[in-house]
């Protein structure tokens, strides 16, 4: 859930901490402005089951790449067994 930004709050703190009121100000205001831009948990956890829903994806592919490697292996070995015994 995204919270609202409070920028009033942000720059009190600011200058309660020694800077001045219209740096503080400006800080808050920019922060506020940029918003928008952060990324949430919300946003990171979308992210982070895509990114597993493909590298499951990904793996499901590897295997069944495995398997057709292995197949062909064992039909060039029996071409390959066969081939010796016709020589």
């Known amino acids: 859930m995204v919270q609202a930004f409070d920028m009033l ?11 001045d009121r219209e740096h503080a100000e400006a800080v808050a205001s920019v922060i506020q402005q940029r918003q928008g831009e952060l990324v949430t948990r919300t ?3 979308a992210e982070i089951a895509g990114l ?14 495995e398997r057709r490697i292995m197949m ?10 066969a081939a010796l015994r016709y020589l």
């Open 72 to 81: 062909f292996a064992l039909v060039l070995a029996g071409a390959l067994f």
């Open 52 to 65: 597993r829903a493909e590298i499951a994806d990904f793996r499901a592919e590897l295997v069944r790449m």
């Open 9 to 19: 709050s942000a720059a009190r703190t600011l200058h309660d901490a020694s800077m």
């Open 43 to 45: 946003d990171l956890r």
